[in-house]
């Protein structure tokens, strides 16, 4: 029976970021909107988008290579697989354990790294100027990204998802200085891994500040929707990371009953709505930066990391 | 005794026939063949029993050790020298008449320096030593040039002051002797003199070494005495250029040891281990230095004859059966390889028609053979393994940094500084492109491969043979 | 017969092939290539099967220092080394075959490529001071013989001297190390120096020296400086061996002393080497992401990774100070897993440098591009490559940096304050190295092999060699391999980390689905295999689904130039453009990179000019003066070859006068 | 048995080092060439007082050659050059002669003092005869290395050797001190070739060795 159970989270799970992940792009968008004194497009626009790109005919550059082709399958692919990893509602994943939070980020960086390639592939220079700017931007959000996993698994005493969001929903934890600059910090590198405002502008298509259009610039057709779908999975991932490290309240643990499992749906799919809208209220509120200024807006994020980890080492109960 | 007589006898009287003998060719195999012959001779006195010492002659496990070593290098250097002739003869630079001359002097140099390593009378030693002297200063004057006879004065000034000097410390010596093994010969027969050092009035002694030490010290090229060596061994024939670093070097080294032998048979003398390992330090780095900025490819090996020297007095004056063993392997792997690379550098120079560093180039390109065996000789005298040099390098530098950590940081940089020079004009001789005259030279490789083959076989396997007999001479050095 | 027994016997086959080599001649150089390639599958072998028995055997042999012999030893730690190395030179050789074809000079190549590859296994199983130290010179003289190949560049030569210069100082350091271990007794045998025991500043010492010695040979910073000349310098089976396996040689080295023969160090040793370490990783990288040289790049790299495993030696020596050796075990096991992913990617990434610099005949990144399309098979394994190494899942590098992230995050066991402050920064600086790794590599392959070909050279590059295709392929099975089921490797090295730090990871075969769990399963599980799986599916899955159900129609156009043709391929961004915003960021405070932009007034004509000036800081701060010092002292010096007679005479005197004072005051 | 032998015999140790300082006190070449004279035959007197000490016959035959030889022919032959080449009044020290003097001082001083305090142990006559000796030998090199030409670097050369055959004679019973002298004797005649050598090849116009410093190596 547990298994079963397992295996049906799993299989549920999977299927339901990759539904829910472009509703919260749309989500995120119709808020903007709303908070600009604008109708806004509906949530299922983004869904209706891929749809529609899927059915369109792909249209590629003379000089694509298969690395350009195969890049979007793989983007998505890692990037599912990565969210799949991710607890949503449920602690209990069949196969959390093939992939700790390092794993997750690391998946991700694949996933950049074949979407910076691809964007080299064409031989233009947007691809290249989009690349080289995502580069920078990770180079300085991973190393932020793992010094927070880093004070995660202090707190924890591990680096498994499932395990951390188990303890941090337990009392033992409560309030903590360094958590709070964890948090502080992942949002910032969410901000900069989902290309959101003030890092980059995933509305844009300005030559100068583009970064992640830059580089999907000659996408189109399916591959496109591959890559916009993925891309929601991420803003999913993200958030449904932030939630089950920080809001942990509401996850099902392993072995709890089927009823349960719903709930915690429930809840998790409010936690989402949640997070979407403070997202939409951030991005419209603060302005877009040069970007060369980015760095050291990330530098913030790195910073308060490394505090975050020297902290608890200085003692557990801060 | 025989073995003694012929020893000496061949020399002299090779050099009587070849004074007289006209005929260039004829007298450069004869004077192979003397050499040969002497060296035959010593192999014998090293196999044949030792004959017990006479008050003139001694044979001891020490300085067999340097005769086989310096009939050895003779004979190779004859060999060597029989080829490189002709080529002078045919470019002119020298003639007949003077050639007859040098042969002579070859053996009377070879008479003298073997006479010193087999005198048992401090006396004799120090006119064989200077008989030797004289006779190189003869030939390094040899080619007339402004620059050798320039050589050979600046040599014979210095070479005198420290005979002179040498001769004081001999005296003393005597007279430190006399009032305990009473008047007459005795008192100058070392074998008899270091069985009652003890009793030796001390401070006579040291005063003694003081001069002895920087007597003999101006002919090992010790610096500040060193100042003859590099235009010696630049402007004289390439031959001589090998026996004077291969040879008269190790023979003043020779008298050097067998003092410093007695004064360590005396406990109320001053230590001279500091002093030799001071003066040997200097000599390394100031060597080191000065490998920078050589424009003459023979002066440059001259000062890294200095800088071994350096090490091997380093080593001596350090002691210990250790340090002993290794200053004696690294005498004489310095004999063979540099003398190798005299050889081989002296076959580049006429090659390229000029001893300057900037004119030889690529030569792995224009002259393989000779190029690669100057590398081998160079990486050799550098401390590179396989070859002896790097054996005798590792006990020297491990054995003193566990006794004078402070000392061996010396070496070390020492040994760098010098590696750096002669690593940096090896790649500028050996690579890029060939300049110059590119056409072949006939040469004789023979003892340039029988050197290096050697200093291999010690740098692979030294035979337990050598090993308990070099152990045996460091034994005797204490 | 013993394995040392086989592994000397190979040694000196491999030796011997050099001098065979220079019999034979060039027409026989396949031949010769190919049995080096077999003797190292053989080491190979051998070493593997050393590894799993985990058995020791010692010989000696009547050769090396006349009173001790060479001793002789195979046992756990050289085994691992011993089968890195059979794979590298076998990789390499079987490259040499079809690479060197072309070389116009074989005879610089062949006599001294099959003798390297022994002189390196012999450094590896010699078990005394004097054999030990004699391989190392030899491993280095023959090697700088292959830098030396192509001598008539100008930059090869002073490539070759700074680099023998450097083996010259490292070896200079390990004599006195060894000396200080063997003692004034000269007791040179391993097993008599492990006898002995020592004080923590006699340690220390010795670790410094080590630091220097090995870490002179390995590209520890700030002796690095030699790696980026003299790897690229050499031809590229050269550089791979080089870069890939002699490196690990010099790691061994410092294993053997550190763990092994010093005896144990005191823990405020290991901060020095974490440091040593991350700091190395970063300067290497991001020296990596700046250069512009394919090779140079490469060698960098491998400066960065040097510094990985570096950092993790000194978290082991940290634990095992503070006597937690299980945690000393995982992060040994992490270094010497990194060392053999380093050594496979590493291989494969100089074999295909070579492939495209045999193909364009340049190695200047900016030169080439869109070798995709003229070379698939090499573009492909490359991919592989530059994918294992900047640490993306699910392949070897992933696995093995992960490792070493798992043995930081037990730093909070470590009772001393500095380093508990300390090991989470390393871990920063070490993710730091990985994200910008990822970077440096999108840049290589991105230019060279992606966009539109910047040379007609490139444009019409052949396909590299079969042989070397070959020996790519293998190594990105490697690759693969190491990537997808982790923990066999881990098991294999078991012996070593116990006969280092006597404890073990868990047993990893019996976790379910082959799963690395180098803790427990609760605290952090990683697995290779279902990550690539899943991936495969899934993404298999959609693409089917996406080309059945939805379009699978395709239409070629030119790309978007925004109504703007110009198609001049060096609008492509290139190494240097790509490099822009990291050396912006960080090369600027790190490396004191400048840039500044020629801007001709308005009505001006010329075009604006962007220059670069970007170098290696501790060259300037460092080896610069230094050479200036020892300069200056020579011409200093030089003086005393240009006195008089009579200036000559009166240094006699004064020496004699100064001898006489001094006596006369001793007495 | 009276003293006055051994006193006699430091008379003329004492004799010789007080030469030698005149020759440093010289500074033209003739004049040199003479005081040199004056100094061999102070030599020949204290040597032939040894043999006659010693009753070593053999010692009469050094003391011969040093009067012979130093006193006579080489001065003459020098003198010759020196006069061949015009040089015969030239000035040609380093220091001026007061420094040296006062060096020279300084060298007896040490060398005395250094015979007193480290040969405690050995006979006193042998000790003050060599701390004259030593002084002689001192005070030699010392004219060698403040003297600019070569002639009088030869003197300065042969004083030092008068010194050591002093020490050679005063050392009892030392052998082979014959065949020393006239090994030395053989050496000077060298040097005095060398100096003709010169002289007769048209190389260097003058003994200065300034001159040869021209052809010094390794300046190309």
Same mark, same amino acid.
């Given at each position: 029976?547990?298994?079963?159970?397992?295996?049906?989270?799993?299989?549920?799970?999977?299927?339901?970021?990759?539904?829910?992940?472009?509703?919260?792009?749309?989500?995120?968008?119709?808020?903007?909107?709303?908070?600009?004194?604008?109708?806004?497009?509906?949530?299922?626009?983004?869904?209706?988008?891929?749809?529609?790109?899927?059915?369109?005919?792909?249209?590629?550059?003379?000089?694509?290579?298969?690395?350009?082709?195969?890049?979007?399958?793989?983007?998505?692919?890692?990037?599912?697989?990565?969210?799949?990893?991710?607890?949503?509602?449920?602690?209990?994943?069949?196969?959390?354990?093939?992939?700790?939070?390092?794993?997750?980020?690391?998946?991700?960086?694949?996933?950049?790294?074949?979407?910076?390639?691809?964007?080299?592939?064409?031989?233009?220079?947007?691809?290249?100027?989009?690349?080289?700017?995502?580069?920078?931007?990770?180079?300085?959000?991973?190393?932020?990204?793992?010094?927070?996993?880093?004070?995660?698994?202090?707190?924890?005493?591990?680096?498994?998802?499932?395990?951390?969001?188990?303890?941090?929903?337990?009392?033992?934890?409560?309030?903590?200085?360094?958590?709070?600059?964890?948090?502080?910090?992942?949002?910032?590198?969410?901000?900069?891994?989902?290309?959101?405002?003030?890092?980059?502008?995933?509305?844009?298509?300005?030559?100068?500040?583009?970064?992640?259009?830059?580089?999907?610039?000659?996408?189109?057709?399916?591959?496109?929707?591959?890559?916009?779908?993925?891309?929601?999975?991420?803003?999913?991932?993200?958030?449904?990371?932030?939630?089950?490290?920080?809001?942990?309240?509401?996850?099902?643990?392993?072995?709890?009953?089927?009823?349960?499992?719903?709930?915690?749906?429930?809840?998790?799919?409010?936690?989402?709505?949640?997070?979407?809208?403070?997202?939409?209220?951030?991005?419209?509120?603060?302005?877009?930066?040069?970007?060369?200024?980015?760095?050291?807006?990330?530098?913030?994020?790195?910073?308060?990391?490394?505090?975050?980890?020297?902290?608890?080492?200085?003692?557990?109960?801060? | 005794?025989?073995?003694?007589?012929?020893?000496?006898?061949?020399?002299?009287?090779?050099?009587?026939?070849?004074?007289?003998?006209?005929?260039?060719?004829?007298?450069?195999?004869?004077?192979?063949?003397?050499?040969?012959?002497?060296?035959?001779?010593?192999?014998?006195?090293?196999?044949?029993?030792?004959?017990?010492?006479?008050?003139?002659?001694?044979?001891?496990?020490?300085?067999?050790?340097?005769?086989?070593?310096?009939?050895?290098?003779?004979?190779?250097?004859?060999?060597?020298?029989?080829?490189?002739?002709?080529?002078?003869?045919?470019?002119?630079?020298?003639?007949?008449?003077? @050639?007859?001359?040098?042969? #002579?002097? *070859?053996? %009377?140099?070879? $008479?003298? &320096?073997? /006479? !010193?390593?087999?005198?048992?009378? =401090?006396?004799?030693?120090?006119?064989?030593?200077?008989?030797?002297?004289?006779?190189?200063?003869?030939?390094?004057?040899?080619?007339?040039?402004?620059?050798?006879?320039?050589?050979?004065?600046?040599?014979?000034?210095?070479?005198?002051?420290?005979?002179?000097?040498?001769?004081?410390?001999?005296?003393?010596?005597?007279?430190?002797?006399?009032?305990?093994?009473?008047?007459?010969?005795?008192?100058?027969?070392?074998?008899?003199?270091?069985?009652?050092?003890?009793?030796?009035?001390?401070?006579?002694?040291?005063?003694?070494?003081?001069?002895?030490?920087?007597?003999?010290?101006?002919?090992?090229?010790?610096?500040?005495?060193?100042?003859?060596?590099?235009?010696?061994?630049?402007?004289?024939?390439?031959?001589?250029?090998?026996?004077?670093?291969? @040879?008269?070097?190790?023979? #003043?080294? *020779?008298? %050097?040891?067998? $003092?410093? &032998?007695? /004064? !360590?048979?005396?406990?109320?003398? =001053?230590?001279?281990?500091?002093?030799?390992?001071?003066?040997?330090?200097?000599?390394?780095?100031?060597?080191?230095?000065?490998?920078?900025?050589?424009?003459?490819?023979?002066?440059?090996?001259?000062?890294?004859?200095?800088?071994?020297?350096?090490?091997?007095?380093?080593?001596?004056?350090?002691?210990?059966?250790?340090?002993?063993?290794?200053?004696?392997?690294?005498?004489?792997?310095?004999?063979?390889?540099?003398?190798?690379?005299?050889?081989?550098?002296?076959?580049?120079?006429?090659?390229?028609?000029?001893?300057?560093?900037?004119?030889?180039?690529?030569?792995?390109?224009?002259?393989?053979?000779?190029?690669?065996?100057?590398?081998?000789?160079?990486?050799?005298?550098?401390?590179?393994?396989?070859?002896?040099?790097?054996?005798?390098?590792? @006990?020297?530098?491990?054995?003193?940094?566990?006794?004078?950590?402070?000392?061996?940081?010396?070496?070390?940089?020492?040994?760098?500084?010098?590696?750096?020079?002669?690593?940096?004009?090896?790649?500028?001789?050996?690579?890029?492109?060939?300049?110059?005259?590119?056409?072949?030279?006939?040469?004789?490789?023979?003892?340039?491969?029988?050197?290096?083959?050697?200093?291999?076989?010690?740098?692979?396997?030294?035979?337990?043979?050598?090993?308990?007999?070099?152990?045996?001479?460091?034994?005797?050095?204490? | 017969?013993?394995?040392?027994?086989?592994?000397?016997?190979?040694?000196?086959?491999?030796?011997?092939?050099?001098?065979?080599?220079?019999?034979?001649?060039?027409?026989?150089?396949?031949?010769?290539?190919?049995?080096?390639?077999?003797?190292?599958?053989?080491?190979?072998?051998?070493?593997?099967?050393?590894?799993?028995?985990?058995?020791?055997?010692?010989?000696?042999?009547?050769?090396?220092?006349?009173?001790?012999?060479?001793?002789?030893?195979?046992?756990?730690?050289?085994?691992?080394?011993?089968?890195?190395?059979?794979?590298?030179?076998?990789?390499?050789?079987?490259?040499?075959?079809?690479?060197?074809?072309?070389?116009?000079?074989?005879?610089?190549?062949?006599?001294?490529?099959?003798?390297?590859?022994?002189?390196?296994?012999?450094?590896?199983?010699?078990?005394?001071?004097?054999?030990?130290?004699?391989?190392?010179?030899?491993?280095?003289?023959?090697?700088?013989?292959?830098?030396?190949?192509?001598?008539?560049?100008?930059?090869?030569?002073?490539?070759?001297?700074?680099?023998?210069?450097?083996?010259?100082?490292?070896?200079?350091?390990?004599?006195?190390?060894?000396?200080?271990?063997?003692?004034?007794?000269?007791?040179?045998?391993?097993?008599?120096?492990?006898?002995?025991?020592?004080?923590?500043?006699?340690?220390?010492?010795?670790?410094?020296?080590?630091?220097?010695?090995?870490?002179?040979?390995?590209?520890?910073?700030?002796?690095?400086?030699?790696?980026?000349?003299?790897?690229?310098?050499?031809?590229?089976?050269?550089?791979?061996?080089?870069?890939?396996?002699?490196?690990?040689?010099?790691?061994?080295?410092?294993?053997?002393?550190?763990?092994?023969?010093?005896?144990?160090?005191?823990?405020?040793?290991?901060?020095?080497?974490?440091?040593?370490?991350?700091?190395?990783?970063?300067?290497?990288?991001?020296?990596?992401?700046?250069?512009?040289?394919?090779?140079?790049?490469?060698?960098?790299?491998?400066?960065?990774?040097?510094?990985?495993?570096?950092?993790?030696?000194?978290?082991?020596?940290?634990?095992?100070?503070?006597?937690?050796?299980?945690?000393?075990?995982?992060?040994?096991?992490?270094?010497?897993?990194?060392?053999?992913?380093?050594?496979?990617?590493?291989?494969?990434?100089?074999?295909?440098?070579?492939?495209?610099?045999?193909?364009?005949?340049?190695?200047?990144?900016?030169?080439?591009?869109?070798?995709?399309?003229?070379?698939?098979?090499?573009?492909?394994?490359?991919?592989?490559?530059?994918?294992?190494?900047?640490?993306?899942?699910?392949?070897?590098?992933?696995?093995?940096?992960?490792?070493?992230?798992?043995?930081?995050?037990?730093?909070?066991?470590?009772?001393?304050?500095?380093?508990?402050?300390?090991?989470?920064?390393?871990?920063?600086?070490?993710?730091?190295?990985?994200?910008?790794?990822?970077?440096?590599?999108?840049?290589?392959?991105?230019?060279?092999?992606?966009?539109?070909?910047?040379?007609?050279?490139?444009?019409?590059?052949?396909?590299?060699?079969?042989?070397?295709?070959?020996?790519?392929?293998?190594?990105?099975?490697?690759?693969?391999?190491?990537?997808?089921?982790?923990?066999?490797?881990?098991?294999?090295?078991?012996?070593?980390?116990?006969?280092?730090?006597?404890?073990?990871?868990?047993?990893?075969?019996?976790?379910?689905?082959?799963?690395?769990?180098?803790?427990?399963?609760?605290?952090?599980?990683?697995?290779?295999?279902?990550?690539?799986?899943?991936?495969?599916?899934?993404?298999?899955?959609?693409?089917?689904?996406?080309?059945?159900?939805?379009?699978?129609?395709?239409?070629?156009?030119?790309?978007?130039?925004?109504?703007?043709?110009?198609?001049?391929?060096?609008?492509?961004?290139?190494?240097?453009?790509?490099?822009?915003?990291?050396?912006?960021?960080?090369?600027?405070?790190?490396?004191?990179?400048?840039?500044?932009?020629?801007?001709?007034?308005?009505?001006?004509?010329?075009?604006?000019?962007?220059?670069?000036?970007?170098?290696?800081?501790?060259?300037?701060?460092?080896?610069?003066?230094?050479?200036?010092?020892?300069?200056?002292?020579?011409?200093?010096?030089?003086?005393?070859?240009?006195?008089?007679?009579?200036?000559?005479?009166?240094?006699?005197?004064?020496?004699?006068?100064?001898?006489?004072?001094?006596?006369?005051?001793?007495? | 048995?009276?003293?006055?032998?051994?006193?006699?015999?430091?008379?003329?140790?004492?004799?010789?080092?007080?030469?030698?300082?005149?020759?440093?006190?010289?500074?033209?070449?003739?004049?040199?060439?003479?005081?040199?004279?004056?100094?061999?035959?102070?030599?020949?007197?204290?040597?032939?007082?040894?043999?006659?000490?010693?009753?070593?016959?053999?010692?009469?035959?050094?003391?011969?050659?040093?009067?012979?030889?130093?006193?006579?022919?080489?001065?003459?032959?020098?003198?010759?050059?020196?006069?061949?080449?015009?040089?015969?009044?030239?000035?040609?020290?380093?220091?001026?002669?007061?420094?040296?003097?006062?060096?020279?001082?300084?060298?007896?001083?040490?060398?005395?003092?250094?015979?007193?305090?480290?040969?405690?142990?050995?006979?006193?006559?042998?000790?003050?005869?060599?701390?004259?000796?030593?002084?002689?030998?001192?005070?030699?090199?010392?004219?060698?290395?403040?003297?600019?030409?070569?002639?009088?670097?030869?003197?300065?050369?042969?004083?030092?050797?008068?010194?050591?055959?002093?020490?050679?004679?005063?050392?009892?019973?030392?052998?082979?001190?014959?065949?020393?002298?006239?090994?030395?004797?053989?050496?000077?005649?060298?040097?005095?070739?060398?100096?003709?050598?010169?002289?007769?090849?048209?190389?260097?116009?003058?003994?200065?060795?300034?001159?040869?410093?021209?052809?010094?190596?390794?300046?190309?």
């Amino acid at each position: 029976m547990g298994l079963i159970l397992a295996l049906l989270v799993q299989g549920l799970q999977m299927a339901l970021v990759i539904a829910l992940a472009p509703l919260l792009t749309g989500l995120v968008r119709k808020v903007k909107a709303r908070l600009t004194r604008r109708r806004g497009a509906s949530i299922l626009q983004p869904w209706r988008d891929i749809l529609r790109l899927l059915r369109k005919e792909a249209v590629l550059a003379q000089n694509a290579s298969w690395l350009f082709r195969a890049a979007p399958y793989l983007i998505f692919a890692a990037t599912w697989v990565a969210a799949a990893l991710v607890p949503t509602f449920a602690t209990g994943l069949q196969f959390s354990w093939t992939a700790d939070l390092i794993a997750i980020v690391a998946l991700l960086g694949s996933a950049r790294f074949y979407l910076a390639l691809a964007g080299m592939d064409v031989g233009t220079a947007f691809g290249g100027l989009g690349a080289s700017r995502e580069m920078m931007i990770a180079t300085i959000a991973e190393p932020a990204m793992l010094l927070i996993t880093f004070s995660l698994a202090l707190v924890a005493g591990s680096t498994q998802l499932s395990t951390i969001a188990a303890v941090m929903a337990s009392p033992a934890v409560g309030l903590r200085v360094s958590l709070g600059m964890g948090l502080v910090a992942l949002v910032i590198v969410a901000l900069a891994e989902n290309a959101r405002i003030p890092v980059d502008n995933p509305s844009t298509h300005l030559e100068l500040t583009m970064v992640h259009e830059a580089m999907v610039l000659e996408y189109s057709g399916r591959h496109l929707a591959m890559i916009e779908l993925a891309a929601a999975l991420k803003l999913l991932l993200y958030v449904s990371l932030i939630a089950c490290v920080f809001f942990p309240w509401g996850i099902a643990g392993p072995g709890t009953g089927l009823f349960a499992h719903l709930a915690a749906v429930a809840i998790y799919l409010g936690k989402l709505a949640l997070g979407g809208t403070a997202l939409a209220m951030f991005e419209t509120s603060v302005a877009k930066m040069r970007v060369f200024r980015v760095p050291d807006f990330l530098g913030i994020a790195l910073m308060l990391g490394l505090l975050g980890t020297l902290l608890l080492f200085v003692s557990r109960g801060l | 005794m025989t073995a003694i007589a012929l020893i000496l006898l061949i020399p002299i009287l090779a050099a009587a026939v070849l004074a007289l003998l006209p005929g260039y060719r004829l007298s450069a195999t004869l004077n192979m063949g003397a050499s040969g012959l002497t060296f035959l001779a010593a192999l014998a006195l090293l196999l044949l029993p030792r004959p017990a010492p006479t008050s003139f002659f001694l044979v001891d496990d020490l300085n067999i050790v340097f005769i086989v070593l310096n009939t050895l290098v003779g004979f190779t250097a004859a060999t060597f020298s029989a080829s490189y002739i002709g080529h002078e003869i045919e470019t002119g630079r020298l003639t007949p008449l003077t @050639l007859r001359f040098y042969h #002579a002097m *070859y053996q %009377v140099m070879m $008479f003298g &320096m073997n /006479m !010193a390593l087999l005198s048992d009378n =401090i006396g004799l030693m120090w006119v064989s030593v200077e008989l030797a002297t004289l006779s190189t200063v003869l030939m390094v004057g040899l080619y007339r040039t402004h620059e050798a006879l320039e050589a050979a004065w600046k040599y014979f000034i210095l070479g005198s002051v420290g005979i002179a000097l040498a001769l004081f410390g001999t005296i003393l010596v005597y007279m430190a002797a006399q009032p305990v093994l009473g008047e007459g010969t005795p008192a100058m027969v070392w074998t008899k003199l270091i069985t009652r050092a003890a009793d030796f009035d001390p401070g006579m002694l040291n005063l003694a070494f003081v001069f002895l030490l920087l007597g003999y010290g101006t002919k090992v090229g010790l610096a500040p005495l060193h100042a003859w060596l590099p235009d010696a061994h630049a402007e004289g024939p390439t031959p001589i250029s090998a026996v004077l670093s291969g @040879l008269l070097l190790n023979v #003043a080294l *020779y008298a %050097v040891l067998r $003092f410093k &032998m007695l /004064m !360590a048979a005396n406990p109320a003398t =001053i230590p001279v281990g500091p002093l030799m390992v001071a003066m040997g330090l200097a000599s390394l780095i100031f060597a080191g230095l000065m490998l920078y900025r050589r424009r003459d490819i023979k002066r440059l090996f001259a000062y890294s004859s200095i800088e071994h020297m350096g090490i091997i007095v380093f080593a001596f004056g350090m002691g210990g059966p250790l340090a002993n063993f290794a200053g004696l392997l690294h005498m004489v792997m310095h004999s063979l390889t540099k003398s190798a690379i005299f050889f081989s550098v002296g076959h580049i120079a006429q090659a390229k028609g000029s001893q300057r560093i900037a004119a030889i180039k690529g030569l792995t390109v224009s002259h393989p053979a000779l190029g690669w065996a100057l590398a081998l000789g160079v990486l050799a005298i550098a401390g590179l393994p396989p070859f002896g040099v790097f054996l005798s390098e590792f @006990l020297v530098v491990t054995s003193t940094f566990a006794r004078q950590p402070v000392l061996a940081i010396g070496l070390v940089l020492g040994l760098l500084l010098a590696f750096g020079a002669l690593i940096l004009r090896l790649s500028g001789f050996l690579f890029g492109e060939p300049e110059g005259d590119v056409t072949p030279v006939r040469a004789s490789y023979l003892p340039i491969w029988l050197h290096m083959g050697l200093v291999f076989l010690a740098g692979v396997h030294l035979p337990g043979a050598i090993v308990v007999w070099f152990q045996a001479a460091a034994r005797l050095l204490g | 017969m013993a394995p040392v027994d086989a592994a000397a016997l190979l040694a000196g086959a491999l030796l011997l092939l050099g001098p065979a080599a220079l019999v034979l001649g060039p027409r026989r150089a396949a031949a010769i290539y190919a049995a080096a390639a077999l003797l190292c599958a053989l080491v190979a072998g051998l070493g593997l099967t050393a590894l799993l028995t985990g058995a020791t055997s010692t010989t000696v042999l009547p050769i090396g220092l006349p009173w001790l012999g060479a001793h002789l030893r195979l046992d756990p730690l050289a085994a691992v080394f011993t089968l890195l190395l059979g794979l590298g030179g076998a990789a390499a050789s079987l490259s040499a075959i079809g690479y060197f074809r072309h070389e116009p000079a074989p005879m610089r190549v062949l006599p001294f490529f099959p003798a390297f590859l022994g002189a390196m296994l012999a450094v590896l199983i010699a078990d005394d001071a004097f054999s030990f130290l004699m391989s190392w010179e030899v491993m280095s003289l023959l090697s700088w013989a292959l830098v030396m190949v192509h001598h008539r560049e100008a930059e090869t030569r002073t490539a070759g001297f700074v680099y023998l210069m450097m083996a010259a100082f490292g070896t200079m350091a390990l004599l006195l190390a060894f000396g200080l271990m063997a003692g004034p007794a000269g007791g040179y045998g391993f097993d008599a120096i492990r006898a002995v025991p020592r004080s923590p500043l006699v340690t220390a010492v010795i670790l410094g020296l080590m630091l220097l010695g090995a870490g002179s040979k390995a590209g520890l910073a700030p002796l690095h400086v030699w790696l980026p000349l003299a790897h690229p310098a050499a031809p590229s089976p050269v550089s791979a061996l080089m870069s890939a396996v002699m490196t690990k040689v010099a790691l061994y080295a410092f294993l053997r002393v550190v763990f092994d023969l010093m005896g144990p160090a005191a823990w405020w040793a290991s901060p020095v080497v974490i440091l040593l370490g991350a700091a190395t990783a970063v300067l290497g990288i991001l020296l990596a992401m700046i250069e512009t040289d394919i090779k140079r790049v490469l060698a960098c790299s491998t400066i960065e990774n040097i510094g990985v495993i570096f950092a993790a030696v000194g978290l082991a020596m940290a634990f095992r100070a503070d006597g937690m050796p299980a945690a000393a075990a995982l992060a040994l096991t992490a270094a010497l897993f990194h060392a053999f992913n380093h050594m496979a990617m590493k291989s494969l990434l100089f074999l295909g440098a070579g492939a495209v610099l045999g193909a364009t005949g340049t190695r200047m990144l900016d030169r080439m591009g869109g070798l995709i399309h003229r070379m698939p098979v090499t573009a492909a394994l490359m991919l592989l490559g530059v994918t294992a190494i900047a640490a993306l899942p699910p392949l070897n590098g992933f696995a093995s940096e992960w490792l070493v992230f798992q043995a930081v995050l037990l730093s909070p066991g470590l009772p001393q304050p500095v380093l508990q402050m300390l090991v989470p920064a390393a871990g920063g600086l070490l993710a730091l190295a990985a994200a910008l790794a990822a970077a440096a590599f999108v840049r290589l392959y991105g230019v060279a092999f992606l966009g539109r070909p910047r040379s007609d050279a490139a444009a019409t590059a052949p396909e590299a060699d079969r042989p070397t295709l070959i020996a790519m392929g293998a190594l990105g099975a490697l690759c693969v391999f190491a990537g997808l089921l982790p923990g066999i490797v881990l098991d294999a090295l078991a012996p070593v980390s116990a006969q280092l730090t006597g404890a073990n990871l868990p047993q990893q075969a019996g976790q379910p689905w082959l799963t690395l769990v180098p803790i427990a399963a609760t605290r952090s599980t990683y697995n290779g295999l279902l990550v690539a799986i899943f991936i495969a599916i899934s993404g298999g899955l959609v693409a089917v689904a996406v080309h059945r159900f939805a379009s699978r129609a395709l239409r070629r156009a030119p790309a978007w130039d925004c109504g703007f043709p110009l198609n001049d391929p060096t609008t492509q961004y290139g190494a240097g453009s790509f490099a822009q915003p990291l050396r912006r960021v960080l090369g600027a405070p790190l490396l004191g990179a400048r840039e500044t932009v020629l801007m001709p007034p308005p009505g001006d004509l010329s075009p604006a000019r962007l220059t670069v000036s970007v170098g290696d800081p501790v060259w300037q701060a460092l080896y610069a003066p230094l050479a200036q010092g020892v300069t200056r002292l020579s011409i200093w010096a030089n003086r005393f070859q240009f006195l008089t007679i009579r200036r000559y005479l009166s240094l006699v005197f004064a020496s004699l006068v100064l001898l006489l004072l001094g006596l006369t005051l001793w007495a | 048995m009276t003293h006055l032998p051994l006193d006699i015999a430091h008379l003329l140790a004492g004799g010789l080092v007080l030469v030698s300082f005149l020759m440093i006190y010289q500074n033209r070449l003739s004049a040199l060439l003479d005081v040199f004279a004056f100094h061999a035959v102070v030599l020949s007197a204290s040597v032939a007082w040894q043999a006659q000490l010693q009753q070593a016959p053999d010692l009469y035959i050094t003391a011969a050659i040093a009067l012979i030889f130093k006193a006579g022919v080489i001065p003459s032959a020098l003198g010759r050059i020196v006069r061949n080449l015009g040089i015969h009044r030239e000035v040609e020290t380093v220091v001026g002669t007061g420094q040296t003097m006062l060096a020279g001082m300084g060298l007896v001083a040490l060398s005395i003092l250094l015979m007193m305090r480290i040969t405690a142990g050995a006979d006193p006559l042998a000790r003050e005869d060599l701390a004259f000796a030593l002084a002689v030998v001192l005070l030699g090199l010392l004219m060698m290395v403040t003297r600019r030409n070569a002639v009088s670097q030869v003197v300065g050369f042969m004083s030092l050797e008068n010194g050591l055959i002093l020490a050679a004679a005063g050392a009892k019973g030392m052998p082979l001190v014959v065949e020393i002298s006239v090994a030395f004797s053989i050496l000077i005649a060298f040097i005095v070739i060398g100096v003709f050598l010169f002289r007769i090849r048209e190389r260097f116009d003058t003994v200065d060795i300034a001159a040869m410093d021209d052809f010094r190596g390794d300046q190309k």
